[in-house]
């Protein structure tokens, strides 16, 4: 009998008879690990752990921990899902199940019957009992044609549709228990392995994301391996309710959305345009600091900048139609990429020139659909506070490092503690997909790297990722609540300084191409926001926070004193109301509270007569009597600081 060689994650090798599964490895390694692990990945493809190997492989075992093996688990729940709905409503017809960030979905056509809370309880329980069960998810390598059949006898016109596109391919079928699923894997081991399991909601959704289609219902779930997982999730569902940034972006008047004018425009109220001029002043002088150079752009841009730079037609999907005007057309401009390209050409460039970076917080504008809306964080019209920088080749790893740097700064100023990088490769096996040449992509590769491993970034590498036009680091942050949120990229290009062909002199007196870095901490300032009213559950930290401070005087006697103290504040560059309501004190003090002021300060007799204030702190309460001028001078430092209250 043949033998291969499995190579571990630490580069340790192992021989087996050909034919072994990743169950049989993982047993090899340890009975824990055995027990825990859900699916294998061989050469960087996920497998089920009851395949076979007949190669040599680097493998890895995943177990719960793994993204890998938790995509896996929450999709064979979609399948367990789909056995409980055919079992309880014969005849349903079945899209698509993926696993999704957090737990799973599957688009079911189920005729006139519309699902109810009641049928939802119903599957859930349903599916618990099968859990019970524990069969294995099995996978049979079908024909082509005998898959069709099958759908055909089923009648699954939307499984047919999809085999459709599939004539070349590899058709498996993956079965548990009662229910067969034209799929390409991978599975867990059994259906046992599921413990807790909650059908979360039901949604409309179109077959394929076309609204032509017709509208399938979308049932949304989630399961774990144990239910005190599952009880955790729900707490922090429930805190992220609280924390909706769409119904604290109302009750604290900082955003508004509305159908006058038009779905995913946000338009920004006082508060909300502070908190967001707040931010773009802190990241302009950053990057003065770091030696960008402003530039301001139309929104518009002929329609030709777009066919250069390949955003037209490759993204059409993505953009509003063309505008005609005279002979012309125009796009409102879904990227800045190209604008800015104008201005390196604007003038002749020498390698003493470089770096060259250009900044600009500019707005671009992206068609999404209506039903893909959601507050701030999918709209269509969104700022990026971008910047190019035309770089050599000789300094593309330092400006790299340059720029994780402030991607850094301005993570930790806002509190977000941990995040992981992601370093977006393209995949050697698909080059099709990727414009360029083979040495740039090289070289590209291996400066984004040494620049992940100079600044000590947790990164991992994820192949096949990268941009159509170059690699690509992103940044996935975890905020208060622990859940992942893409912000800040980076993203190398050669391609573009081609296709705009960017040139510089060189010492050699020769033309070189420049190589761009496309960067955005941010990413959309919408979006941004969006999470980080999430992520503070609207309560700023000082230097962000809208109204910093509220001067509530006690009653009207107070009032001129109480001004005093507000045109103070205000001289002093600190954002302060003043409160004049003929209202009790108990009251004005909740309201304030509500909205997630920082500092009440109240000032009555006592106050009035030491030219002092009682400072309240939001949620920490009475701080005690404090004298104006060192009030003013703890406020501003706080302000300074950018401390971040917890
Ligand atoms: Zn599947
Ligand atoms: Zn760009």
Request: aromatic share 10%; hydrophobic share 35%.
């Amino acid at each position: 009998m043949s033998q291969i060689t499995i190579t571990l994650p630490d580069g340790a090798k192992k021989t087996f008879p050909s034919g072994a599964t990743g169950q049989q490895i993982a047993r090899s390694i340890g009975p824990g690990l055995a027990k825990d692990a859900l699916a294998i990945s061989v050469n960087g493809e996920v497998w089920d752990l009851f395949r076979p190997l007949n190669a040599d492989a680097d493998i890895r075992i995943h177990t719960w921990k793994d993204d890998e093996a938790k995509r896996t688990y929450w999709h064979s729940s979609a399948h367990l899902m789909a056995e409980a709905i055919e079992s309880i409503f014969p005849g349903t017809k079945f899209g698509i199940g993926p696993p999704i960030e957090n737990g799973f979905y599957y688009d079911i056509d189920m005729g006139d019957h519309s699902l109810t809370a009641e049928d939802l309880v119903k599957i859930e329980a349903t599916m618990g009992e099968f859990t019970k069960r524990d069969v294995p998810y099995e996978r049979q390598v079908v024909p082509w044609d005998e898959a069709v059949r099958y759908f055909q006898k089923k009648g699954d016109q939307y499984k047919l549709e999809l085999l459709d596109g599939l004539k070349d391919q590899q058709i498996t079928f993956y079965h548990q228990g009662n229910f067969t699923d034209l799929c390409f894997g991978p599975h867990i081991p059994s259906t046992g392995r599921i413990k807790a399991v909650k059908l979360l909601s039901v949604a409309g959704a179109y077959w394929r994301g076309n609204e032509k289609n017709k509208m399938l219902q979308r049932i949304y779930g989630i399961t774990f391996p144990t239910q005190n997982e599952l009880d955790e999730h729900l707490r922090r569902l429930e805190e992220a309710k609280k924390r909706d940034h769409r119904k604290l972006g109302a009750e604290l008047e900082l955003f508004l959305i509305t159908p006058n004018v038009g779905g995913g425009l946000p338009i920004w109220l006082p508060k909300g345009t502070i908190l967001r001029e707040t931010l773009e002043a802190f990241l302009k002088e950053e990057q003065r600091k770091r030696g960008y150079m402003p530039v301001v752009t139309p929104h518009i841009g002929n329609l030709n900048l777009y066919r250069t730079s390949g955003h037209y037609p490759y993204y059409k999907e993505s953009q509003f139609a063309p505008i005609k005007v005279e002979h012309e057309e125009y796009l409102l401009k879904p990227m800045n990429c190209p604008h800015h390209h104008q201005v390196y050409l604007a003038k002749p460039r020498s390698y003493r020139d470089l770096p060259l970076r250009i900044a600009e917080f500019g707005t671009v504008y992206r068609y999404e659909q209506s039903g893909e809306l959601n507050g701030l964080t999918r709209v269509r019209s969104f700022t990026v506070d971008d910047s190019h920088m035309y770089v050599r080749p000789d300094q593309l790893k330092d400006e790299l490092c340059d720029v994780i740097d402030l991607i850094q700064l301005v993570f930790r100023t806002l509190g977000f503690k941990d995040f992981k990088t992601r370093l977006s490769f393209r995949d050697p096996k698909n080059m099709a997909k990727f414009a360029g040449d083979d040495a740039s992509w090289v070289e590209a590769e291996r400066n984004i790297k040494e620049a992940a491993d100079a600044m000590k970034l947790n990164y991992f590498i994820a192949i096949g990722e990268a941009a159509f036009y170059g690699p690509k680091i992103d940044f996935m942050v975890l905020d208060a609540l622990r859940r992942t949120w893409q912000l800040g990229t980076v993203q190398v290009d050669y391609v573009m300084p081609e296709r705009f062909n960017l040139e510089y002199t060189g010492s050699d007196g020769q033309k070189h191409r420049p190589v761009i870095i496309h960067r955005a901490p941010f990413g959309s300032l919408e979006r941004f926001i969006g999470v980080l009213i999430e992520h503070y559950a609207g309560e700023f930290p000082l230097w962000l926070a809208p109204v910093q401070a509220a001067v509530i005087p006690i009653t009207d006697n107070h009032l001129d004193y109480a001004k005093k103290v507000h045109e103070d504040l205000k001289s002093a560059g600190i954002r302060a109301e003043l409160d004049e309501r003929n209202e009790k004190i108990g009251y004005k003090i909740r309201d304030w509270e509500v909205h997630k002021v920082p500092y009440m300060l109240v000032v009555g007799d006592k106050e009035r007569q030491a030219d002092a204030v009682a400072v309240r702190q939001h949620k920490k309460g009475d701080l005690g009597a404090m004298p104006r001028a060192a009030l003013i001078e703890r406020l501003r430092k706080e302000i300074g600081d950018k401390a971040f209250i917890s």
